[in-house]
């Protein structure tokens, strides 16, 4: 409730205005209608009529900011004022009227530019839509169009802006693109920049060879990276990558590794390598075999196997030992006739004086530095390049040529074709005695042969 005493603040107006009727209403307002905020009226009115009574009385000031009047920034409060303020256009008439009003004023040393523009200006020059005194003569810039204040009534009068010339700007680099920027020092005239938008680049970056990698870096003034393929500090060999101080195969006759130098043309870094020195002493292979300097290739069979050959070969001047396994012929004993099986020559091989009806064709020895094998073919007549049939329903039912090149012990090599029989099946067979003698004949013809070749190739192992 707003407690201001009629007796102090209003003691002026009382001889001129009777306060009787608007301290009721004040006291119905507060009392009877507290929300709708009507407290300040009676008050305001009876002020107001005073004030027509030319008694001023600033009443607002003593209700604890209850009743406060608020005005503009540029404006102050005054309980009473002239009733038609004074303006830029009003200075030179004569106000006669003496009413005083309430409310919002310019301050003093100031005046209003003109009743239709609420503007409080110190000298009366101009005021544009932008609400800012201007002195006459004054020159400013205003929504982009360059204006002047002008004496004698004409007020402002303008032209569109003119911006400064500025130094053309050509982005003209991979990756660049214009862009107009505000300007701070003039709004009205934006600046064109260059800026650099690096998805606009096409250059790729290249795939380096082995030993290198890539590098990019963007150059001052371009916006797009340049690429190099830079060295990796590294050896290269046989399409891989070797760190310095790692060992570097090369082949099996060198010690390699990768140094920290330079090769200057290829920029990868140097291997070096040392030849491993060559043994020139024959181990003893199972102290089976030894020989020297100044023996020849020699062989020797395992005393404790009739099968097994030890050699040693002097190649390159360098002596290199081996060790070969005799193959012997497949041995059937039920081929044999009774008491005839025995071994050959060198021990390890089986031989007996066949049956008539089993024909071993051929039997040659293969001989290859220090390789040793025998290749045999049962059932084949070498002679006649043909299968040998007898009086037997199992017969070949499919076979195939093949050619073997045969190496002999005289050095001489040969090559052979025979008939290689893949499948087998019964057919129909007819006997015939003159055949059989013929056949039987000619298979003991092959075996004598066959146990010769044998015997011969063994007498050269064995030298």
């Given at each position: 409730m707003i407690t201001v005493s009629a007796s102090s603040v209003f003691q002026p107006c009382?001889?001129?205005?009777?306060?009787?009727?608007?301290?009721?209403?004040?006291?119905?307002?507060?009392?009877?209608?507290?929300?709708?905020?009507?407290?300040?009226?009676?008050?305001q009115i009876y002020a107001a009529t005073c004030a027509d009574q030319s008694v001023c009385i600033d009443w607002r000031s003593h209700t604890n900011g209850v009743c406060s009047y608020k005005c503009p920034s540029d404006k102050?409060?005054?309980?009473?004022?002239?009733?038609?303020?004074?303006?830029?256009?009003?200075?030179?008439?004569?106000?006669?009227?003496?009413?005083?009003?309430?409310?919002?004023?310019?301050?003093?040393?100031?005046?209003?530019?003109?009743?239709?523009?609420?503007?409080?200006?110190?000298?009366?020059?101009c005021v544009g839509v932008d609400k800012i005194p201007r002195e006459f003569?004054?020159?400013?810039?205003?929504?982009?169009?360059?204006?002047?204040c002008l004496e004698g009534g004409s007020g402002i009068v303008c032209e569109p802006h003119v911006c400064?010339?500025?130094?053309?700007?050509?982005?003209?680099?991979?990756?660049?693109?214009?862009?107009?920027e505000v300007n701070s020092e003039d709004f009205c005239c934006p600046i064109v920049t260059c800026?650099?938008?690096t998805s606009l680049c096409t250059t790729k970056a290249p795939k380096c060879t082995l030993g290198f990698e890539v590098h990019s870096h963007i150059p001052s003034g371009r916006c797009c990276p340049v690429y190099e393929c830079v060295p990796k500090r590294v050896c290269v060999h046989q399409n891989?990558?070797?760190?310095?101080?790692?060992?570097?195969?090369?082949?099996?006759?060198?010690?390699?590794?990768?140094?920290?130098?330079?090769?200057?043309?290829?920029?990868?870094?140097?291997?070096?390598?040392?030849?491993?020195?060559?043994?020139?002493?024959?181990?003893p292979v199972s102290d089976k075999l030894k020989t020297n300097k100044n023996q020849n290739p020699h062989f020797k069979n395992d005393p404790y196997n009739n099968c097994t050959i030890y050699s040693c070969v002097k190649v390159h001047n360098q002596f290199v030992s081996s060790t070969s396994e005799i193959t012997c012929p497949a041995f059937n004993e039920e081929s044999c006739k009774p008491g005839t099986?025995?071994?050959?020559?060198?021990?390890?091989?089986?031989?007996?004086?066949?049956?008539?009806?089993?024909?071993?064709?051929?039997?040659?020895?293969?001989?290859?530095q220090s390789n040793v094998a025998i290749f045999h073919v049962n059932r084949y007549s070498a002679e006649a390049n043909s299968m040998d049939h007898r009086c037997s329903c199992c017969r070949e039912s499919k076979t195939?040529?093949?050619?073997?090149?045969?190496?002999?012990?005289?050095?001489?090599?040969?090559?052979?074709?025979?008939?290689y029989v893949e499948r087998c099946s019964c057919q129909d067979t007819t006997c015939s005695t003159s055949h059989s003698r013929e056949s039987r004949s000619r298979e003991e013809n092959d075996k004598a042969r066959a146990l010769n070749r044998i015997k011969r190739a063994i007498s050269l192992t064995s030298q």
């Amino acid at each position: 409730m707003i407690t201001v005493s009629a007796s102090s603040v209003f003691q002026p107006c009382h001889g001129f205005v009777q306060p009787e009727k608007y301290y009721a209403a004040c006291v119905f307002d507060s009392c009877v209608l507290p929300n709708l905020d009507l407290e300040c009226s009676s008050l305001q009115i009876y002020a107001a009529t005073c004030a027509d009574q030319s008694v001023c009385i600033d009443w607002r000031s003593h209700t604890n900011g209850v009743c406060s009047y608020k005005c503009p920034s540029d404006k102050e409060y005054r309980a009473c004022g002239p009733l038609k303020e004074t303006t830029c256009k009003s200075s030179q008439q004569n106000e006669t009227s003496t009413k005083q009003v309430e409310g919002c004023f310019c301050p003093n040393g100031t005046m209003l530019y003109d009743s239709g523009v609420d503007v409080c200006v110190k000298t009366c020059g101009c005021v544009g839509v932008d609400k800012i005194p201007r002195e006459f003569g004054e020159k400013f810039t205003i929504d982009c169009q360059d204006c002047i204040c002008l004496e004698g009534g004409s007020g402002i009068v303008c032209e569109p802006h003119v911006c400064a010339k500025q130094n053309k700007t050509t982005c003209d680099g991979e990756g660049f693109y214009e862009v107009n920027e505000v300007n701070s020092e003039d709004f009205c005239c934006p600046i064109v920049t260059c800026k650099c938008n690096t998805s606009l680049c096409t250059t790729k970056a290249p795939k380096c060879t082995l030993g290198f990698e890539v590098h990019s870096h963007i150059p001052s003034g371009r916006c797009c990276p340049v690429y190099e393929c830079v060295p990796k500090r590294v050896c290269v060999h046989q399409n891989a990558e070797f760190l310095p101080n790692s060992s570097v195969f090369v082949d099996k006759c060198q010690n390699c590794f990768c140094t920290n130098e330079v090769n200057i043309s290829t920029q990868l870094n140097i291997i070096s390598c040392e030849h491993i020195p060559c043994n020139t002493y024959c181990e003893p292979v199972s102290d089976k075999l030894k020989t020297n300097k100044n023996q020849n290739p020699h062989f020797k069979n395992d005393p404790y196997n009739n099968c097994t050959i030890y050699s040693c070969v002097k190649v390159h001047n360098q002596f290199v030992s081996s060790t070969s396994e005799i193959t012997c012929p497949a041995f059937n004993e039920e081929s044999c006739k009774p008491g005839t099986i025995t071994f050959l020559p060198n021990g390890c091989c089986k031989t007996c004086n066949f049956v008539p009806n089993f024909t071993l064709s051929s039997v040659c020895w293969l001989l290859s530095q220090s390789n040793v094998a025998i290749f045999h073919v049962n059932r084949y007549s070498a002679e006649a390049n043909s299968m040998d049939h007898r009086c037997s329903c199992c017969r070949e039912s499919k076979t195939t040529v093949k050619k073997v090149n045969l190496k002999c012990p005289n050095g001489h090599s040969i090559s052979h074709e025979y008939i290689y029989v893949e499948r087998c099946s019964c057919q129909d067979t007819t006997c015939s005695t003159s055949h059989s003698r013929e056949s039987r004949s000619r298979e003991e013809n092959d075996k004598a042969r066959a146990l010769n070749r044998i015997k011969r190739a063994i007498s050269l192992t064995s030298q």
